[in-house]
């Protein structure tokens, strides 16, 4: 009868998994000798591993570079990070989320400062008046659309954004021939995340076939920011098929686009 520790895990999950190896009997993450750890600090232990997240951005772009060359997608994937604290100002910044005052402030130095591809994006109909009156430029901007996820939290914004239907009415009377502003992008956000779900794909249909209506109409429209992020791995059980949902988000978009 099979009575150890090891055993049980060997009959739950499939060990050992990436993150983790045994070398002589002594269990490793990340090459990290996790017996070391555990007398200097005790039991129960909790390990954040922060190389894990570099990690993880360079596993995304892999991920989608593989996609868009399995659907031969013809456009591309931009992820410009921050390398010393020295970016060009040609770099795309993007600028979501909440907007105060202060941060409506530096987004428009920036611009004024000849950062030329600040990309503030809009959560809602009124924000386009807190910029107006003090740009002395051109700025090109992007529309959140807004998704029609039930709160799971107290804290809940996943509202925020311009509804499916107001979204093209919206750029017609206020941006299409407004000289201080130029559409360049819309963002599709989840807040459960990237999943493989009905739900989730017809969102993300939603979301691309508004792109295209809106291109019609706004030949200056060439980006789609898709967050909500991949799920992350938090337990041994974590399963999820990040090449496949890479790929058919990617193949989704193109199709969707060949067929506008």
Not at 53 to 72: E, G, W
Not at 241 to 258: H, P, V, W
Request: proline share 5%; aromatic share 14%; with cysteine.
């Amino acid at each position: 009868m099979k009575i150890k520790y090891s055993d049980l895990v060997e009959q739950t999950f499939e060990f050992p998994q990436t993150e983790f190896q045994v070398i002589e009997n002594e269990l490793y993450f990340h090459k990290v000798p996790l017996m070391d750890i555990i007398k200097q600090y005790g039991t129960p232990v909790r390990i954040t591993y922060l190389p894990k997240i570099s990690q993880q951005i360079q596993k995304a772009k892999r991920l989608f570079n593989v996609a868009m060359a399995k659907v031969d997608y013809q456009g591309d994937y931009h992820e410009d990070l921050y390398k010393r604290g020295l970016i060009k100002k040609e770099n795309y910044i993007i600028c979501n989320g909440f907007k105060r005052p202060q941060y409506i402030e530096h987004i428009i130095n920036l611009v004024h400062d000849g950062f030329i591809n600040t990309v503030p994006v809009l959560d809602s109909l009124l924000e386009i008046d807190k910029f107006e009156p003090h740009l002395k430029t051109k700025m090109k901007v992007g529309i959140r659309i807004a998704s029609e996820e039930e709160p799971k939290f107290d804290f809940y914004t996943s509202r925020l954004g311009i509804r499916y239907n107001d979204i093209v009415p919206f750029y017609m009377d206020r941006l299409r021939n407004n000289p201080k502003f130029e559409l360049k992008m819309l963002h599709f956000f989840i807040n459960t995340g990237i999943k493989d779900t009905a739900y989730y794909w017809n969102e993300l249909n939603k979301s691309v076939s508004v792109y295209c209506e809106l291109k019609k109409v706004c030949p200056e429209l060439t980006g789609l920011n898709i967050g909500g992020g991949f799920p992350i791995k938090n337990s041994l059980e974590f399963t999820y098929d990040y090449e496949y949902m890479a790929e058919e988000i990617t193949a989704q978009i193109k199709n969707i686009c060949e067929k506008n």
